[in-house]
Every structure is written in structure tokens, then in C-alpha cells.
């Protein structure tokens, strides 16, 4: 390899990069900036200058929350907020011990047909849900759950992908580890607690962030097995700003930009350890 190849990147070259990478950042970044800030846009101007380029088509001229006030007034977005973030935060306890249960499962114990029962997990968790929709309507109707909190909750605790990443990282680590604890006594379940579980810590956080924003942002089964008002989630509620007669423009932006962020927040604080245990899940 020539000593050109390795030569570091001029400066004139870096210049040009950083403006190709804050273009690209505006690019991506200018529709969420937008829908933002038309959530406080007066309605009498939400599309005033639809038909021109101006400055005022992405910033408001006069800031206003009315569209967020009359959003929990008039509708049922409160309820719907709550419901959401109940279900979401319940999946998001349950799920993850589930789980990491059944990952520690399929990494630690020999048993017959474990390969293949991994393979059905995998691919039941690449099936698209519109496939398994009405057998698992059926299903949930037969139990007298439908228009529940666990019809909402129980049918998506177990997760594929999060069972995969636990089953990679428990399979990582030094048998030995496992084999210490039951010399001193320790039973399978102690081991899973005591042992396991603290180590997989960054999983832990990547599952629950998975298994929390797959719930919240959920929308076709929340529509089909919760229909009452008193069970509607939030992409339901968002969804029903927009009807035959018309669009509520400023609730679809304000309900839209507060699941947003809400839906955000979780991923900005523990996205070094979402990226950390990506990475780990190629260990073997």
C-alpha cells in the first residue's frame, strides 16, 4: 500500500465533508423541524403560505399552544397518552425478563430440537403481523380479553429479536461462569439472577427501549382488539385527527410531535448502550 493511501485527509477535504454532512443533517432533520413548529401555528395560518416559498412556510409568525391546549380539551388524547405509556412501560418490564429468560434458555441449556426451536423464533419474529392478525384475534376473544390492558400487553411480550440478542450474550460468556455457580450450590434460577442478568446489563436497556418503542408506536392490533375510547393509544388517537369531513391539522401536528418525542427520549438516553449491544450480538 502506497504511503499516499495512508496519508491523513486534507484540510480542504475535511472542509468539504463537514458541509456534505450538514446538508445532509438539514435535509433529514427539516420535515421533523417543521412539523414541530406548525404544531404552534395559529390555525388561520397553518397553510398561508402553502402556495409560495417563504421563510414564513417553515417558522410560524406568531407562536401559539393553542393547538396543544384544545388538543387534551376537546379530544381524548390525554387518555390515549396514558394508555400508551402504560402499555408500553408494562411490555417493556415484562417483556424483558421474558425474554432474557428464554435467551438464557437457549444459550446455557442442551436440550432436543433447541436449534430448530430458535430457528421458529426467529422466524416467527420476521412473519409480518398482518399474517397472524386474525387467528390471534380469535385467540384473544377466546380468552375474554379483547378491549383489555392484556390484549394490549400479552400478545407481543415475547420478542425475536431481543431473544436473539440475550441468547448471543449469554452465550458468550465463559461457561466457566456458569459452572463456578453450581459448584457453590447455586441453582439455575440464582444463576439467572445473581450472575446473568447483572452482566447484561447494556441488553437489557437495548431490549427495553425495542420492546417500549414497538409498543408505543404500535397501531394496527391496538385498532383491532382495544376499539373503545377508554383503551385508545396514542397512534389510534393521532389517527383519528383525520376523518371523511376533514384533517384537524393542528392536533395531528401537536399529537404527532408529542409522541414523537416521547418515543424519543427513551432511545437518546441509552442509545450508547443500544449501539454497545448491537455490537456484542456479533460476538458469536
Excluded at 84 to 103: D, E, H, Q, Y
Excluded at 105 to 110: K, Y
Excluded at 126 to 140: A, W
Excluded at 163 to 189: C, N, T
Aim: proline fraction near 6%; include cysteine; aromatic fraction near 16%.
Amino acid at each position: 500500500m502506497s504511503s499516499s493511501t495512508l496519508a491523513p485527509p486534507s484540510g480542504l477535504t475535511l472542509v468539504a465533508r463537514r458541509i456534505a454532512l450538514w446538508g445532509l443533517s438539514i435535509a433529514v432533520l427539516l420535515p421533523l423541524l417543521w412539523l414541530v413548529l406548525s404544531s404552534f401555528r395559529a390555525p388561520s395560518e397553518m397553510f398561508f403560505h402553502a402556495g409560495r416559498f417563504a421563510w414564513g412556510l417553515v417558522v410560524p409568525e406568531q407562536l401559539t399552544f393553542e393547538n396543544y391546549t384544545s388538543l387534551f380539551k376537546t379530544t381524548n388524547y390525554g387518555r390515549a397518552l396514558f394508555n400508551s405509556l402504560f402499555v408500553a412501560v408494562t411490555a417493556m418490564f415484562c417483556g424483558v425478563i421474558l425474554n432474557a429468560a428464554a435467551g438464557f434458555a437457549f444459550a446455557v441449556f442442551e436440550f432436543p430440537g433447541r436449534n430448530w426451536l430458535f430457528a421458529f423464533v426467529l422466524a416467527a419474529a420476521m412473519m409480518p403481523f398482518e399474517g397472524i392478525v386474525i387467528p390471534l384475534y380469535l385467540l384473544v376473544d377466546a380468552m375474554g380479553m379483547i378491549d383489555t390492558y392484556p390484549a394490549l400487553i400479552v400478545p407481543d411480550l415475547a420478542n425475536g429479536f431481543v431473544i436473539f440478542m440475550f441468547r448471543q450474550f449469554f452465550a458468550a460468556l465463559p461457561r466457566e461462569l456458569y459452572e463456578a455457580a453450581r459448584v457453590d450450590g447455586a441453582s439455575w434460577g440464582t444463576i439467572f439472577w445473581r450472575v446473568a442478568m447483572p452482566l447484561s446489563f447494556p441488553v437489557v436497556l437495548t431490549g427495553s427501549v425495542m420492546i417500549f418503542l414497538h409498543q408505543f408506536e404500535a397501531f394496527f392490533w391496538p385498532l383491532v382488539a382495544a376499539p373503545s375510547a377508554e383503551r385508545t393509544v396514542v397512534q389510534v388517537a393521532i389517527a383519528q385527527t383525520m376523518s371523511m369531513e376533514g384533517t384537524a391539522w393542528g392536533h395531528l401536528f401537536s399529537s404527532m410531535t408529542i409522541a414523537s418525542l416521547v418515543a424519543l427520549v427513551p432511545f437518546l438516553i441509552f442509545q450508547k448502550y443500544y449501539i454497545r449491544s448491537n455490537v456484542m450480538t456479533g460476538i458469536k
